[in-house]
């Protein structure tokens, strides 16, 4: 059977977990998001008063003091401002039962939530009467959820616009953040930590890593794909994990995803899989169908499960997606 190449138009309609990326390579983003952010540390400055920062939707002043955060998206933005350890008052929820693993933000965000945090609105619908109401500081989310209604969240407060997997870095946007609110010392300690703890890992688990190929895939009814930039796969990437023929073929820049039925001759090179499955039943499919339990990764144990939780996050959500690559790489 020949491998079906789906470009995203086609698949769209059809892919509850599918993720719209740029078209420009993994390279191309990378280079302009470091120009991006090299051009914001050059661009900022702060007063007394305020600290204005150069995002991708122009400049920002943030007030230097800040009693009140709220972010829009739920996860990378979230992350950062639970990481620096800003006062966030509100933020989004996930329906209830669409995701049966626990967040990686879970316990920090059961902190905030006792010091006033509250969930104002539901993942993917914003609501600008339940952010107006919330009084922030400061707003904060991804670009593309900003810049639609870019005039009214500018009409309640200041709105710093980040990126997201295929416009820039965690690292990018926390350096960002920190240089708006005055954590840069905090910033720096949560990337150095980072770094320390990929180090360890691909020092410990060096001959897995380089004797093995590793794939993160996301599994649905519909098709299987996988993703070079979502946080899971970076960190493979960081750790020189040696990828699997699928997985190279997405870092090379293609945009290739799988049927069903396709699922030995896309993945059957694989010895390790990080399966990325957001519902409890459709994992439950997943297990129970035939030609999975085929696939060598699967047959020999080397396979753990996580979800769309981590396909963007920060400091925080890059620990907790350690901990589950290092889950697989135990099983070895």
Known sequence: MKKSIFYLPAILATASLAIISCSSSPEDSAESSAESASANADQSTSSGDARTVNTVLGEVTVPADIDSVVVLEGRRDLDIVLSLGLPLTGMPYEEAGSLDLESPLADE???????????????????????????????????DDVEPIQDKLEAIAPVLAIGDQSTSTWQEDLQLVAEATGTEERAAELIDDYESQVAEL????ADVLAENSFVPLSYNEEQIETRPNRLLSTILRDLGAKSSDAFQAAIDG?????????????????????????????????????????????????????????????PLTATHSLKVIEELLKTF
């Open 254 to 314: 293609e945009e290739v995803a799988y049927s069903p039925e396709q699922t030995l001759e896309g993945f059957e090179d694989a010895d390790g899989i990080i399966a990325l499955v957001n519902d409890p039943q459709v994992w439950e499919d997943v297990q129970n169908d035939a030609l999975f339990n085929k696939l060598p990764a699967v047959q020999n144990g080397h396979i753990v499960r996580s979800d769309k939780q981590t396909h963007e996050g920060g």
């Open 202 to 205: 691909s020092e410990e688990y």
């Open 109 to 143: 965000l059961a902190e905030a939530k006792e010091s006033g945090a509250e969930e104002l609105f539901l993942a993917d619908e914003i609501n600008v009467e339940s952010i107006a109401a919330a009084k922030p500081d400061l707003i904060i989310s991804r670009v």
